[in-house]
């Protein structure tokens, strides 16, 4: 839900943006805005599947590290309690 909203609220930005004929201020502010909440949920995401956050580092990478990231962020949570914590399912 996370990446939904904030992918709707970038594309009404940038219609808004181009409407008033804008530079992107709008769009580099919200982006800079919302930076630190996607990396936390993009940590929370990978501890859900039992991997420590550190693996958002892989996206580094050139095509394969986003692919892995994406593979990684599509598995379902673990079944049981990991490392970090419970199960968000239960």
Wanted: charged share 10%.
């Amino acid at each position: 839900m996370f990446v939904l909203f904030n992918f709707i609220v970038s594309i009404v930005l940038a219609i808004v943006e181009s409407l008033l004929n804008a530079t992107n201020v709008l769009t580099g502010l919200y982006s800079l805005a919302v930076l630190l909440p996607s990396l936390a949920v993009g940590v929370r995401r990978l501890h859900d599947t039992g991997r420590t956050g550190w693996w958002l580092l892989i996206s580094l990478i050139p095509l394969i590290g986003t692919i892995i990231l994406l593979v990684f962020m599509c598995q379902d949570s673990d079944v049981n309690d990991n490392q970090y914590g419970p199960n968000p399912k239960d």
